[in-house]
């Protein structure tokens, strides 16, 4: 008899809104994590924050960090951009409680063309580990995620500049069709939550995590 290997999947969605009254729906549409966003300052967008964390937290869902700013060109990234980038999220994530051996995945919003992705982001995600020793004193605290097309997760995760990858929904970008190391895919916006959300698949060992006893959970 043949067995086949059952891989548990878990649903989710990210959100750049703040979550805390949402709860009840998104436990009804019978999620299981919730992706959250660090920002900059300038952002328009509130970012995570501990006390959301704590309320998604008590409701049973897991949380899944993102960083976005800027995002969707070449001409945003660079090493100084990382450092800078890596320094902020590292602080949100510390004031939001993030535990460690979590990763924080940063975005690379647009379809990038290989020779961007070999050069600028090579050098902001750099640029991002950098930071990370810094603010960490040479022990950083959390790990290095990319969102972003097929290709883009493909050669950072190749090059070991990345320990986890968020394959973007947009399908038409480089490498996206092909790409299947990804450990959470996004998909279109679940129309049963009446605000603003990507749709969400997640193999094990994400890195989502909760705020119970500090300890991930995936």
């Not at 729906?25 to 006390?51: D, E, H, M």
């Not at 890596?86 to 020779?115: H, K, N």
């Not at 580990?129 to 290709?151: F, K, T, W």
């Not at 320990?163 to 038409?172: D, Y």
Request: charge should be neutral.
């Amino acid at each position: 008899m043949l067995f086949r290997k059952v891989i548990r999947v878990d649903a989710g969605i990210d959100s750049p809104l703040d979550c805390t009254k949402k709860i009840k729906a998104i436990l009804a549409a019978n999620l299981q994590f919730v992706g959250r966003y660090y920002r900059s300052k300038k952002s328009k967008w509130a970012p995570l924050t501990a006390s959301e964390a704590q309320a998604l937290s008590n409701a049973g869902l897991s949380l899944v960090a993102l960083w976005e700013y800027a995002s969707d060109g070449a001409k945003y990234f660079s090493y100084t951009a990382g450092v800078n980038d890596s320094t902020t999220a590292y602080q949100e994530a510390m004031l939001a409680g993030q535990p460690a051996r979590t990763p924080i995945y940063f975005a690379v919003d647009y379809d990038a063309a290989p020779e961007e992705v070999s050069g600028c982001i090579n050098d902001y995600f750099a640029g991002i580990a950098a930071g990370y020793q810094a603010i960490g004193r040479g022990n950083s605290a959390y790990d290095i995620g990319v969102y972003g097309s097929g290709l883009t997760c493909g050669w950072l995760l190749n090059h070991h500049s990345v320990t986890k990858t968020w394959l973007a929904v947009s399908s038409g970008w480089a490498g996206s069709k092909t790409f299947a190391k990804w450990n959470i895919k996004q998909g279109i916006g679940l129309s049963s939550l009446n605000f603003g959300n990507d749709s969400d698949i997640a193999t094990p060992n994400y890195g989502a995590w909760q705020l119970h006893n500090s300890a991930p959970t995936a």
